[in-house]
């Protein structure tokens, strides 16, 4: 199964707490946000929210800007 | 002086942005130097997280916040990525950014009214950036937006503020407090801001492109609070001739 993350393909993952785990190292890192299909998923659903075939994931976190 | 935007008092008229920054170590200097009330950041996607990074100097400071949607070019961008940051930051609050061009960083007027009257039903404390533009800024705040930031000139260009007239008409068309936003490239630029009524400013380039961006923080810093006493202390009407302050009577000869 593979996902868009961050507009690349990547292997996928059963949820979106999963994932995060993968790619950051962590379950729940601070300062973290994620959509999944355009949709914010709040950190208290990532264990539960599970990622389709093609599921399209954007990870952000705060940079330095004006 | 104080200012308070959506019920909350800040503790400052300046607003500073952390773009440009050259080294992370100046962050907490500059942010020692400015005192600003709110700070900004960006949202972008992140394939790792740096411990002792920009969110851990900021938290460390203790001032809030204010996460913008720079870069979005459509309303529907700029409101994922308000409620990304809304998730990301815990804050609620959002400096608004929908460009139309990427050469001028103008914004796009249609896509920002209509990202900010979606942000404001959602929940958000929306503070646009905005044209210098009296009856868009009207507008802004007819949707819900608990501020407006006109433009001084464009974004980085440090052009200071090319039409004080128009900044005077938006402060003139809105209750909402005006934040000075864009343009800002010395001292007197935030003062002048301070003195056509603005009730911040917002600044970014200035400080962190500077040669010594700690002592500019604290120069911006001065010149908001100098234009500000000014404004409130009410300037002398602008006369085309001279007028004596020395008494006229009592001349020898």
Redesign the interface.
């Known amino acids: 199964m593979t996902i868009v993350l ?2 690349s393909t990547h292997a996928g993952a059963a949820t979106v707490a999963d994932l995060i785990e993968v ?4 379950r729940a ?7 999944v299909d ?1 949709e ?1 998923v ?2 208290d659903r990532w264990p539960r929210t599970q990622l389709d075939e093609g599921a399209v994931v ?9 | 002086m104080s200012l308070s935007i959506a019920g909350t008092e800040l503790g400052s008229q300046l607003f500073l942005g952390t773009g440009g920054l050259p080294h992370l170590s100046l962050l907490e200097p500059v942010l020692y130097a400015a005192r600003p009330a709110l700070v900004t950041v960006s949202v972008r996607r992140t394939s790792g997280l740096a411990p002792g990074g920009l969110l851990d100097t900021l938290i460390r400071s203790g001032v809030p916040l204010l996460p913008n949607t720079a870069g979005c070019t459509s309303a529907r961008e700029a409101v994922l990525t308000a409620q990304l940051a809304r998730e990301a930051l815990d804050t609620s609050w959002v400096k608004l950014e929908v460009i139309g061009d990427e050469t001028s960083l103008m914004p796009d007027a249609v896509e920002l009214l209509d990202a900010a009257e979606t942000l404001v039903r959602d929940g958000f404390v929306v503070l646009p950036y905005t044209t210098d533009d009296p009856v868009l800024v009207r507008r802004l705040q007819d949707v819900g937006c608990a501020a407006v930031m006109p433009l001084g000139s464009p974004i980085g260009s440090g052009l200071g503020i090319l039409n004080p007239h128009a900044i005077e008409s938006v402060v003139a068309a809105v209750s909402v407090p005006v934040v000075l936003d864009a343009g800002v490239g010395t001292a007197s630029d935030a003062a002048l801001a301070m003195e056509l009524g603005c009730a911040a400013v917002l600044a970014a380039t200035a400080v962190t492109r500077a040669d010594d961006p700690v002592a500019m923080a604290r120069a911006l810093r001065l010149g908001v609070e100098a234009g500000a006493a000014a404004y409130a202390a009410g300037r002398i009407p602008r006369r085309t001739t001279a007028r004596a302050s020395s008494p006229v009577s009592g001349r020898i000869g």
């Open positions: 961050n507009g790619h950051l190292g962590a890192p601070r300062g973290v946000a994620v959509a355009g914010v709040p950190r954007e990870v952000v976190t705060a940079v330095q800007g004006g």
